[in-house]
């Protein structure tokens, strides 16, 4: 298993607007714009800004690590086969990526993804 890089993370808000001025005001580019949803960038990494807990975990606890790997499904197979256990299959997301998420020892979510 070899992840290709890290991405960025995805942070559940209280305020999506105030937040959103946060990030711009530090120097982060607005980018994709959905509803309840907003992503910023430094470069190639991207932070996404969630309204409220879209799966009902509290604001401001938790995030999500995103890591790009080359084939999803081949990755969650590797997975499996470590003895590690994944939340989800491989699944086409609405932006075009494949994801699953494996949480690590303390609960904290790892997407890894293949580019669409």
């Known amino acids: 298993m070899k992840p290709s890089s890290i991405s960025g993370v995805t942070c559940r808000v209280a305020d999506l607007e105030r937040s959103a001025e946060f990030y711009e005001t530090i120097g982060f580019r607005r980018g994709k714009e959905e509803q309840d949803r ?60 494949r994801e699953f998420t494996v949480r690590d020892p303390d609960g904290y979510s790892i997407v890894f993804f293949q580019k669409k």
Request: no cysteine; charged share 20%.
């Open 38 to 97: 907003l992503t910023f960038y430094v470069n190639w990494f991207f932070v996404t800004l969630v309204a409220g807990g879209e799966d009902g975990a509290p604001v401001g606890e938790g995030i999500y690590l995103y890591v790009k790997v080359e084939n999803a499904d081949d990755f969650h197979a590797e997975v499996l086969a470590a003895g590690l256990e994944a939340e989800s299959e491989p699944e086409r997301q609405p932006n075009g990526n």
